[in-house]
């Protein structure tokens, strides 16, 4: 049987604590999900692809040297370093989680064949990663800062990277890792009455998109509307669903399709 393709998403705000403008791990949370990871590796049914986010390991750098508007300064330079740096670690710490459950994954740091113009993807070589899906290795990217030829450098966030993947590569199924259970039509966090929203369709996008606000002052991606774009600019067709990755079982749950959280679907 052809094995499915799965990109697995690990938002920044399950494996570190985004509100800390320190580093912050949540090591339980990654120790869990590599435990499943490696459950769902040697069922044999998937190919999968693996992307984390930054959390409190790049965006507070990130804003503190203004780097998604660019690197002209020496500060911004040795900003850039920092952040690289940061994310190498928070890269390192999960590799070690995954490695220890035998899990066949090899990193990949975006910056080293990633570039950006103004911005927007530029040259992004996924052939790379194919080579290390045919090895029925688990290939690990995450949201990194990128040399950009217009503004000398740029962030690509681990979505754009989802976003880009799952089309090149005809994924058939995404899923993201979020803290909270799904899309709502209110901020869960300081809502308690807000409604999860089963389901995300062209019918009913414009109305989700109204109710979604920025929670996050250091996050400089974009946050649940730019994730929810990207899906529905890059996507269509292909299955994704936003679940939260701090409940047990939803990860198992979600790749055997049973609705957990939210699903989204373009036409």
């Not at 998604?68 to 370093?81: D, I, P, S, V, Y």
């Not at 690289?84 to 890269?91: A, G």
């Not at 996050?219 to 899906?231: L, N, R, S």
């Amino acid at each position: 049987m052809k094995q499915q393709l799965l990109l697995i998403k690990l938002g920044g705000s399950i494996i570190t604590d985004k509100n800390k403008s320190l580093p912050t791990l949540k090591t339980s949370i990654i120790k869990r999900i590599s435990q499943q990871l490696k459950n769902i590796y040697q069922s044999g049914k998937y190919q999968i692809i693996l992307i984390h986010g930054a959390g409190s390991y790049g965006h507070p750098l990130a804003k503190k040297y203004n780097l998604h508007l660019g690197m002209k300064t020496r500060e911004q330079k040795c900003g850039f370093c920092l952040t690289d740096h940061s994310m190498l670690r928070l890269n390192s710490i999960i590799m070690d989680y995954l490695l220890q459950a035998s899990i066949p994954a090899v990193s990949l740091p975006p910056r080293s064949f990633i570039t950006q113009s103004g911005g927007k993807l530029q040259d992004f070589n996924y052939h790379l990663i194919k080579s290390y899906l045919a090895q029925n290795q688990i290939p690990v990217l995450f949201g990194d800062v990128v040399l950009d030829n217009k503004w000398g450098c740029s962030i690509i966030s681990g979505d754009t990277i989802v976003s880009y993947l799952a089309k090149n590569l005809k994924a058939d199924l995404v899923i993201f890792l979020s803290d909270v259970d799904g899309i709502f039509d209110s901020d869960p966090k300081k809502n308690p009455k807000a409604k999860l929203i089963p389901e995300v369709t062209d019918k009913n996008l414009k109305q989700v998109l109204q109710g979604l606000t920025t929670n996050n002052q250091n996050d400089v991606t974009g946050e649940m509307q730019g994730k929810i774009m990207a899906i529905k600019n890059n996507l269509a067709h292909i299955p994704v669903y936003i679940i939260n990755g701090l409940k047990a079982e939803n990860l198992a749950k979600t790749v055997e399709q049973v609705q957990v959280g939210t699903k989204l679907l373009f036409r």
